[in-house]
Structure formats: structure tokens, C-alpha cells
């Protein structure tokens, strides 16, 4: 099929080159000259692990173009995907402006049937909106068919070729076959493609990011119960993870969730509820506890050094909100950071792969450090924020020869807190005694 794709950011990306690896030839586009020409070059804008490989063989191919002309883009595919940012407005809901924009251009520009699929993560009621802005300005005959994404951050290659299901909300049965016969490739394991109602497409979605977060969100609070009944919270999810109706996954207690999902769609839910006129009590929970979260760890070092941090150095690892992204949209290390250098301290920090990124945000509030080790020469304590794979196993005996004082605050709790205190470390975890 020829395929158009309507913003090339995360989503865009990820969601163009697979298709195209299937033998689509897809096209994808952005008002953002400067991120085109780079894509262009062969420079992948973002880290996710797998991407870069795959853009530059679908290139090579002839499968996969980028350009800014969303008119002819518009014109030469048979189906359309919408990608665009869905920014958090001031009220926590979600801004359509781009989603709209694009629909009006849609319906202006094409010239035969076509196929809009809803990409972006959009509130209850938006296939409608999109609907009715593209038939504003055409008489031709369209689908707008609702397909929210499920990719997480690090592993997102993975979760579009191997999808546990695909959702596709859709009133039409031509919208229906143009998604089947696109999803194909990827469902031959038998996972399911669930059409649906566009409404219930749109609040799957929400719904399913909710439902993490609140099992994050769960596991802090009771990591918090932890560390004042003198229980273990690593223990505690052993016991109630071996229960078949909870299991393991998202059971890890740390410094709180971020990203460009949780937190504002966690938000626009809320809102979506509150503008149909009911206030929910367990989503805005979700959300105040995470808030909270994000300050433990200062609360952490401020109990042990106290209030007053000037002249302090402290060593933090770990700046991506998770590992295996250099994205820092709504990071606990950022909360961090600002209340360290409130209080006084001097920060030193390293991560794998949002130096760049973390550059742009922070400038020359931080020290930037050229590895782990030489992030912890003469600080104070290392904190550890993002439990990346290399911070797992590191060399204590090394580590306390650069520290001037051995103390740990592990916001991951990826170290083992007895080893560390066998080797003359002051350990704090999170709900860890």
C-alpha cells in the first residue's frame, strides 16, 4: 500500500519503518524542516534501540521517504496516518490543534477515497472531530478509523512487530479490511486484531496506560508503608506478584513514573471524565502519588546529610525518565536535580544516552560527568535514578575510593542493600529496610 504518515516523531517514526518493512512504500512527513533534512542524511533524531538499522535498510530499498510537502503526500497514499503531537494543554487535556490541522489539510488535498487512521493518543470523541473536519472541506468519500499505539519506549520495534493485539476502532467494513490487510504480517501468531466502536477504540488506550500507572503508582505507596512499618517491599512483591489474578508486571517500586504517556494521559483521562461531568477519585490518586514519588529520594538525602546541602556534591546516575531512551519528558531526575540545587548542592550526572538531551535542558546547572565512575570522584553519595542495565553491577570496592563518604540511595532498587552494607556502604532504598 502507499502510506502517508503525518508527523514524524516517536510514534511517526516507529510506526512508518515497520510498515515499510513489510513492503509498503510509506512517505513521512513534518513541518519540522531541520528533523527531515536529518532523517534525509540518514541521522535518526531519537534512540530507540533497533530504529536507526531499520530506517536506513527500508531506505536503501526505496520503501521509505521523508519530506515536508503534506499535499502531495496526502494526494499520492491510499491511507493516512495521523502522529501528531497531542500536547497537554493548561487543564491536562489534550491539545487537538495539530490532530485538526492535519484532518482540515486531509480534506483539502485529497483527491480519491482515503483511509485516515487515528494514531496519536486522543480523547473519547476525537474520530468524530477528525470526521467532521475533513468533511468540511471535501465531498469525497473517507474512513477515519481510531488505531491507538501501544509502544513503549526501549522496546518499541518489538511491540509493533510482535503487538499482543492491535485495536482498530472502526464503523466501516473497508476501514475494517484496509487495517487487517496492513496488520497482517504482524498477527500470523495468532494475537488478535479487536475491532471496535471508535469511542471504546479512543478509551482503550487511556484506559490501559491508567491501569499501569496506578499499579506504579500502588507499588510506591506501599514502598512508602514499607520504609515506616519496616517491611520490604521487594519481599512483599514476591508475595503478592505469585498471586495469578496480580502477576509481576509493573510491580517495581521506585522514584515515580515519567515519559510522554503516563503522566499526560493519566491527566487528559481526568479531564475527559471531569468535561462529561464526573469527577473520578482513583486516576488523580494515581497522579498525586507519583508527584510525591519523584521528592522521596531528596527527602532521602536531606534526612541523612539535613536540610542545608550547600557545599555537598552529589553523583546521580540515570537522566531518561526509563533505560533505553534518551527521552527526559516528565523524568524524576529533573524533580531531583531542581531540589538538590535549591537546597544548596552541587550535582554531578551521567547517563548512557540523554547527555545530549539532558545539555539542552539543563545547560550549566549540572556537572556533566564522561562516565559513571567519573561522575562519583569526591561526591558526597551516588543516587541512582534510571535503573540502566550497566548501573546494575558496579565495582563497590572502586566506587568507594572516589565517593568521599560510601552512601547510596538507590531510587531503583537494583542494588543488593545487604552487600552493599557488608561492604561498608550506608544503603537507602525505596521500602527496602
Same mark, same amino acid.
Given at each position: 500500500?502507499?502510506?502517508?504518515?503525518?508527523?514524524?516523531?516517536?510514534?511517526?517514526?516507529?510506526?512508518?519503518?515497520?510498515?515499510?518493512?513489510?513492503?509498503?512504500?510509506?512517505?513521512?512527513?513534518?513541518?519540522?524542516?531541520?528533523?527531515?533534512?536529518?532523517?534525509?542524511?540518514?541521522?535518526?533524531?531519537?534512540?530507540?534501540?533497533?530504529?536507526?538499522?531499520?530506517?536506513?535498510?527500508?531506505?536503501?530499498?526505496?520503501?521509505?521517504?521523508?519530506?515536508?510537502?503534506?499535499?502531495?503526500?496526502?494526494?499520492?497514499?491510499?491511507?493516512?496516518?495521523?502522529?501528531?503531537?497531542?500536547?497537554?494543554?493548561?487543564?491536562?487535556?489534550?491539545?487537538?490543534?495539530?490532530?485538526?490541522?492535519?484532518?482540515?489539510?486531509?480534506?483539502?488535498?485529497?483527491?480519491?477515497?482515503?483511509?485516515?487512521? @487515528?494514531?496519536?493518543?486522543? +480523547?473519547?470523541?476525537?474520530?468524530? !472531530?477528525? #470526521? %467532521?473536519?475533513?468533511?468540511?472541506? &471535501? $465531498?469525497?468519500?473517507?474512513?477515519?478509523?481510531?488505531?491507538?499505539?501501544?509502544?513503549?519506549?526501549?522496546?518499541?520495534?518489538?511491540?509493533?512487530?510482535?503487538?499482543?493485539?492491535?485495536?482498530?476502532?472502526?464503523?466501516?467494513?473497508?476501514?475494517?479490511?484496509?487495517?487487517?490487510?496492513?496488520?497482517?504480517?504482524?498477527?500470523?501468531?495468532?494475537?488478535?486484531? @479487536?475491532?471496535?466502536?471508535? +469511542?471504546?477504540?479512543?478509551?482503550? !488506550?487511556? #484506559? %490501559?496506560?491508567?491501569?499501569?500507572? &496506578? $499499579?506504579?503508582?500502588?507499588?510506591?505507596?506501599?514502598?512508602?508503608?514499607?520504609?515506616?512499618?519496616?517491611?520490604?517491599?521487594?519481599?512483599?512483591?514476591?508475595?503478592?506478584?505469585?498471586?495469578?489474578?496480580?502477576?509481576?508486571?509493573?510491580?517495581?517500586?521506585?522514584?515515580?513514573?515519567?515519559?510522554?504517556?503516563?503522566?499526560?494521559?493519566?491527566?487528559?483521562?481526568?479531564?475527559?471524565?471531569?468535561?462529561?461531568?464526573?469527577?473520578?477519585?482513583?486516576?488523580?490518586?494515581?497522579?498525586?502519588?507519583?508527584?510525591?514519588?519523584?521528592?522521596?529520594?531528596?527527602?532521602?538525602?536531606?534526612?541523612?546529610?539535613?536540610?542545608?546541602?550547600?557545599?555537598?556534591?552529589?553523583?546521580?546516575?540515570?537522566?531518561?525518565?526509563?533505560?533505553?531512551?534518551?527521552?527526559?519528558?516528565?523524568?524524576?531526575?529533573?524533580?531531583?536535580?531542581?531540589?538538590?540545587?535549591?537546597?544548596?548542592?552541587?550535582?554531578?550526572?551521567?547517563?548512557?544516552?540523554?547527555?545530549?538531551?539532558?545539555?539542552?535542558?539543563?545547560?550549566?546547572?549540572?556537572?556533566?560527568?564522561?562516565?559513571?565512575?567519573?561522575?562519583?570522584?569526591?561526591?558526597?553519595?551516588?543516587?541512582?535514578?534510571?535503573?540502566?542495565?550497566?548501573?546494575?553491577?558496579?565495582?563497590?570496592?572502586?566506587?568507594?575510593?572516589?565517593?568521599?563518604?560510601?552512601?547510596?540511595?538507590?531510587?531503583?532498587?537494583?542494588?543488593?542493600?545487604?552487600?552493599?552494607?557488608?561492604?561498608?556502604?550506608?544503603?537507602?532504598?525505596?521500602?527496602?529496610?
Amino acid at each position: 500500500m502507499r502510506i502517508a504518515v503525518i508527523g514524524s516523531g516517536y510514534v511517526g517514526l516507529v510506526v512508518g519503518t515497520c510498515f515499510a518493512d513489510t513492503g509498503n512504500r510509506v512517505i513521512c512527513v513534518d513541518v519540522n524542516e531541520d528533523k527531515i533534512a536529518r532523517l534525509q542524511r540518514g541521522e535518526v533524531p531519537i534512540f530507540e534501540p533497533g530504529l536507526e538499522e531499520l530506517i536506513q535498510r527500508n531506505v536503501a530499498e526505496g520503501r521509505l521517504f521523508f519530506g515536508t510537502d503534506i499535499a502531495s503526500a496526502i494526494k499520492k497514499s491510499q491511507v493516512i496516518f495521523i502522529a501528531v503531537g497531542t500536547p497537554q494543554d493548561e487543564d491536562g487535556s489534550a491539545d487537538l490543534r495539530h490532530v485538526i490541522a492535519v484532518a482540515q489539510a486531509i480534506g483539502t488535498h485529497m483527491e480519491e477515497h482515503k483511509t485516515v487512521v @487515528l494514531k496519536s493518543t486522543v +480523547p473519547v470523541g476525537t474520530n468524530k !472531530k477528525v #470526521a %467532521a473536519a475533513i468533511a468540511a472541506k &471535501t $465531498r469525497l468519500t473517507f474512513d477515519v478509523v481510531s488505531n491507538p499505539e501501544f509502544l513503549k519506549e526501549g522496546a518499541a520495534i518489538d511491540d509493533f512487530t510482535k503487538p499482543d493485539r492491535v485495536v482498530v476502532g472502526c464503523s466501516s467494513e473497508r476501514g475494517r479490511k484496509v487495517m487487517e490487510e496492513l496488520y497482517a504480517p504482524y498477527l500470523r501468531t495468532g494475537k488478535p486484531l @479487536l475491532v471496535m466502536d471508535p +469511542p471504546s477504540a479512543e478509551m482503550t !488506550k487511556y #484506559a %490501559a496506560n491508567a491501569m499501569l500507572a &496506578t $499499579r506504579i503508582s500502588f507499588m510506591n505507596e506501599m514502598a512508602r508503608i514499607c520504609d515506616v512499618v519496616g517491611a520490604d517491599i521487594n519481599q512483599v512483591r514476591k508475595g503478592i506478584g505469585t498471586d495469578a489474578r496480580i502477576g509481576f508486571p509493573f510491580l517495581f517500586a521506585g522514584v515515580g513514573y515519567g515519559g510522554s504517556c503516563f503522566p499526560k494521559d493519566v491527566r487528559a483521562l481526568v479531564q475527559t471524565a471531569r468535561e462529561h461531568g464526573y469527577s473520578p477519585h482513583i486516576v488523580p490518586a494515581v497522579e498525586r502519588v507519583n508527584e510525591d514519588q519523584k521528592r522521596l529520594l531528596f527527602a532521602k538525602v536531606q534526612k541523612h546529610f539535613g536540610e542545608d546541602l550547600r557545599g555537598r556534591t552529589f553523583a546521580l546516575w540515570g537522566l531518561a525518565f526509563k533505560p533505553k531512551t534518551d527521552d527526559m519528558r516528565e523524568a524524576p531526575s529533573l524533580v531531583l536535580i531542581d531540589l538538590l540545587l535549591g537546597a544548596g548542592a552541587r550535582v554531578n550526572v551521567f547517563d548512557p544516552e540523554a547527555m545530549k538531551e539532558a545539555k539542552r535542558l539543563l545547560g550549566e546547572r549540572v556537572q556533566f560527568a564522561p562516565n559513571a565512575l567519573g561522575a562519583c570522584e569526591g561526591a558526597d553519595a551516588l543516587l541512582l535514578v534510571t535503573e540502566w542495565s550497566e548501573f546494575r553491577h558496579i565495582d563497590l570496592d572502586e566506587l568507594k575510593k572516589l565517593l568521599k563518604q560510601p552512601v547510596l540511595f538507590d531510587g531503583r532498587n537494583i542494588w543488593d542493600a545487604e552487600r552493599a552494607r557488608a561492604q561498608g556502604f550506608v544503603y537507602h532504598g525505596v521500602g527496602i529496610r
